[in-house]
């Protein structure tokens, strides 16, 4: 069973559309996170969310809102898609309350715009 | 706010010769560190992880890292790397729980000759 998933694993698609991207965790964590690895494999997070309630939201163009339905999904929609959106985006999770910490990440999302 | 140095953003050793890859972090309390490593097309699994105690920590795939509070490093090092070992390698830093967004460092990418 492959603990934190994500759907699609690769997107391309035009410039201006809206897109998608899943993310569900099998682990049970309390807290799911969505980064960012750029082009040049450099690693930010753009939002976290600790049993269904957003957390951080670090400083990312409201085109992107993150939703999480249930502890174990948070899914990223992105609007109005522009090429410097294209990047790999990794979902992850962890167990923040009893502090063990460490977040397991997902295969990633190669969005492409074009 | 914490931050990650990884000096090396790519290093070349020998199969079968040793490994040390560097990291510095700051951070003003006692911080969470973690090596992860990613494979071509794939996500990031976790090495190993530095929470309290002991400051060698060993971790899967015969990796271990130092945790030095002096120098505000978290090295990792393999007494003898196999083929299997290129990748992408990320240091980062966690706050205490509660917050535990990750902040990477820039990730240094291991070339192993034959």
């Known amino acids: 069973d492959t603990a934190v998933s994500q759907t699609p694993k690769y997107l391309v698609t035009q410039m201006g559309n809206d897109k998608s991207i899943k993310c569900e965790q099998n682990?049970?964590?309390?807290?799911m996170y969505w980064y960012k690895q750029d082009s040049k494999k450099f690693l930010k997070i753009m939002f976290s969310?600790?049993?269904?309630?957003?957390?951080i939201n670090e400083t990312v163009p409201n085109r992107f809102s993150p939703k999480s339905p249930d502890k174990a999904h948070l899914n990223l929609h992105i609007n109005s898609l522009e090429l410097g959106d294209s990047a790999v985006y990794f979902c992850?999770?962890?167990?923040?309350?009893?502090?063990?910490?460490?977040?397991?990440f997902g295969q990633g999302t190669r969005l492409t715009v074009v | 706010a914490q931050s990650v140095t990884q000096p090396d953003i790519h290093i070349t050793v020998s199969e079968g010769a040793s490994l040390e890859l560097r990291c510095n972090y700051s951070?003003?309390?006692?911080?969470?560190l973690f090596w992860y490593v990613q494979s071509p097309g794939q996500g990031l699994q976790l090495l190993l992880k530095?929470?309290?105690?002991?400051?060698l920590v060993q971790g899967i795939k015969g990796f271990e890292a130092e945790f030095k509070r002096s120098q505000s490093s978290f090295n990792l090092r393999k007494p003898s790397v196999h083929w299997s070992d290129a990748a992408e390698y990320f240091c980062?830093?966690?706050?205490?729980?509660?917050?535990?967004?990750?902040?990477f460092g820039t990730g240094t990418r291991l070339t192993i000759i034959p």
């Open positions: 992850a999770s962890s167990q923040v309350s009893n502090g063990a910490g460490e977040a397991f």
């Open positions: 682990l049970g964590h309390d807290t």
């Open positions: 969310y600790n049993n269904k309630e957003l957390i």
């Open positions: 951070y003003g309390a006692t911080p969470y």
């Open positions: 530095y929470f309290s105690g002991d400051t």
């Open positions: 980062a830093v966690g706050t205490n729980f509660g917050n535990e967004k990750l902040t």
